[in-house]
């Protein structure tokens, strides 16, 4: 009988108290990723990192892919990926001319090889 026996050990209801010093948002649009700023208690929307629930754009606010990247060649490259220990990978410069980062070659059992481009 002992097992069936409920009990609240405290109970709470109503308002708390929160820091009254809050956190300052600064450019709170809908949908911009929210960044720091480096100044304690304020972060920002940032206008170039937008996500709807659904798609991120980088450059965009209205990506119409999972992942949108837009280039206003303001920077050599637009997406790099790469493993950092060997800076093997893959990259996508700002004329949108996809390379592989790195050639090397692999020899498989039966003299099978397999060639990977720099």
Same mark, same amino acid.
């Given at each position: 009988?002992?097992?069936?026996?409920?009990?609240?050990?405290?109970? =709470?209801?109503?308002?708390?108290?929160?820091?009254?010093?809050? @956190?300052?948002?600064?450019?709170?649009?809908?949908?911009? @990723?929210?960044?720091?700023?480096?100044?304690?208690?304020? @972060?920002?929307?940032?206008?170039?990192?937008?996500? %709807?629930?659904?798609?991120?754009?980088?450059?965009?606010?209205?990506?119409?892919?999972?992942?949108?990247?837009?280039?206003?060649?303001?920077?050599? %490259?637009?997406?790099?990926? =790469?493993?950092?220990?060997?800076?093997?990978?893959?990259? @996508?410069?700002?004329?949108?001319?996809?390379?592989?980062?790195?050639?090397?070659?692999?020899?498989?059992?039966?003299?099978?090889?397999?060639?990977?481009? =720099?």
């Amino acid at each position: 009988m002992a097992e069936n026996i409920r009990y609240i050990d405290s109970l =709470k209801v109503g308002a708390y108290e929160t820091d009254t010093q809050g @956190v300052t948002i600064l450019n709170n649009i809908d949908h911009y @990723v929210i960044t720091a700023t480096g100044t304690e208690q304020t @972060v920002r929307g940032n206008p170039e990192l937008y996500f %709807d629930n659904l798609n991120l754009g980088i450059g965009t606010q209205s990506p119409v892919a999972r992942l949108e990247v837009n280039h206003n060649n303001s920077v050599d %490259d637009i997406l790099i990926i =790469k493993n950092s220990d060997n800076n093997t990978g893959l990259k @996508v410069n700002k004329e949108g001319t996809f390379s592989i980062i790195r050639i090397f070659f692999i020899t498989y059992s039966n003299n099978r090889w397999c060639c990977i481009f =720099k």
